[in-house]
């Protein structure tokens, strides 16, 4: 018994280690990530005056793909756990406590360094933007642009 759930132990790991460089994105320095579908469209562009520059944590963010797989990997685990009603018993609570940990494992993987960065347009307009940050340094006093998309705006070089 102990050998089949050292065995199982060992896929399971080995699945999620295997699947996990898919799910990172790495950004390069210097670069800025925009998603596919930013592609082709047009941005209204402000020169903008940095007022202020400070370090936040974008928190990660919660989906069914880490409650899920938490959910599943603690039932599997818990499966292995005595007989009958007691075996039920240990695969529900592995259930569950697997999502709460898949999904804490989840949020802390996306949670990312952000800067949050106060401008001025040259009409006098003051902007707060807060966006991830992609290795620029920003200091106050230069000039910079701030691209607008919609309701997005993101500071850039």
């Known amino acids: 018994m102990y050998k089949t759930i050292v065995r199982y132990t060992h896929a399971v790991a080995l699945a999620g280690l295997v699947s996990l460089p898919g799910c990172v994105m ?3 320095q210097g670069y800025a990530s925009y998603p596919r579908a930013v ?9 903008v005056q940095i ?3 400070r370090p936040v944590v974008l928190r990660g963010e919660s989906s069914i793909v880490g409650v899920g797989a938490g959910a599943v990997t603690g039932g599997v685990l818990g499966s292995f756990v005595g007989k009958g009603k007691a075996n039920t018993l240990a695969t529900v609570g ?4 697997g999502g709460f940990a898949g999904d804490a494992i989840e949020r802390q993987a996306t949670t990312k360094r952000g800067l949050e960065i106060t401008v001025r347009t040259q009409s006098g307009q003051t902007w707060s933007v807060v966006q991830n940050n992609h290795g620029e340094n920003f200091y106050p006093g230069e000039w910079v642009r ?3 998309n919609g ?3 993101t500071i850039t070089r």
């Open 151 to 153: 309701d997005t705006r």
């Open 94 to 97: 592995g259930a569950i406590a």
């Open 39 to 47: 592609r082709g469209q047009a941005m209204q562009v402000y020169e």
């Open 51 to 53: 007022l202020q520059v």
């Open 26 to 28: 790495e950004e390069q």
């Open 146 to 148: 701030m691209l607008v």
